[in-house]
């Protein structure tokens, strides 16, 4: 079947625009994941969404990033006023639930560069 | 909350030799346990992953073993190939939160 999707690819920005990074989980998968990876460095949490619980937002690093899921399905973060340093690859991912644990599946990430 | 540690950042090894790689964790309340392979401008893929009620899993080459009372899993890699050259992360999750290691970086050597 499909697997996670994401959109755009690649997205070039100049400082202190706003930018939309969209995530179409796996259909059924009621958990979602946003991750930011810098340049040869590790997943940073951002922000997961589980079901209808209010979501997990303690990664975000600062209030100019938010995210939001609609019907249970296509998440969007947001990145308000770019700063050089928000250029990194944007990973969404999501899980299904089998039993007590979750098992998480990746997007192909958006690439972002702010200038 | 959970701290997921993993050893060695780099590692090295001639081809057709075997690779371990080693995550702590500190949580005992973590319950499963994936290893991801992230191959160059690539997303991260599952390869193997383990649950807390099993203390070692075999796929082909690979293998993940778990020590609950240590609070430490391993990735093991035999008759490494060149293909098999990533940067490898391990995780631990609990509640459907990950927390993931900081990744090894493996280098198999024709």
């Known amino acids: 079947g499909a697997g996670v999707s994401q959109s755009p690819s690649n997205k070039v920005t100049e400082k202190g625009k706003d930018v939309e990074l969209r995530c179409d989980p796996i259909?059924?998968?009621?958990?979602l994941y946003w991750y930011r990876q810098s340049l040869g460095q590790g997943l940073e949490f951002l922000i997961y969404f589980q079901g209808n619980s209010a979501p997990d937002k303690s990664g975000l690093p600062s209030d100019r990033f938010s995210a939001e899921r609609t019907g249970g399905s296509v998440s969007t973060l947001t990145i308000q006023r770019t700063q050089q340093e928000d250029s990194a690859v944007y990973l969404c991912?999501?899980?299904?639930?089998?039993?007590?644990?979750?098992?998480?599946?990746f997007g192909p990430g958006t690439r972002l560069t702010v200038t | 909350g959970e701290n997921v540690e993993q050893h060695p950042s780099t590692l090295s090894v001639q081809e057709g030799d075997s690779a371990v790689i080693k995550c702590t964790y500190s949580d005992s309340a973590s319950n499963y346990f994936p290893w991801y392979k992230q191959e160059l401008g690539k997303r991260p893929q599952l390869i193997i992953d383990?649950?807390?009620?099993?203390g070692e899993k075999k796929d082909q080459r690979i293998a993940v073993t778990l020590n609950k009372t240590a609070k430490h899993f391993s990735l093991h890699i035999t008759e490494t190939q060149p293909e098999d050259s990533a940067v490898y992360f391990c995780?631990?999750?609990?509640?459907?939160?990950?927390?993931f290691g900081t990744g090894t970086s493996l280098t198999v050597i024709p």
């Open positions: 383990i649950r807390s009620n099993v």
């Open positions: 991912a999501s899980s299904p639930k089998r039993g007590a644990t979750y098992e998480q599946y």
């Open positions: 259909s059924g998968h009621t958990a």
């Open positions: 995780a631990a999750s609990n509640l459907g939160q990950f927390y």
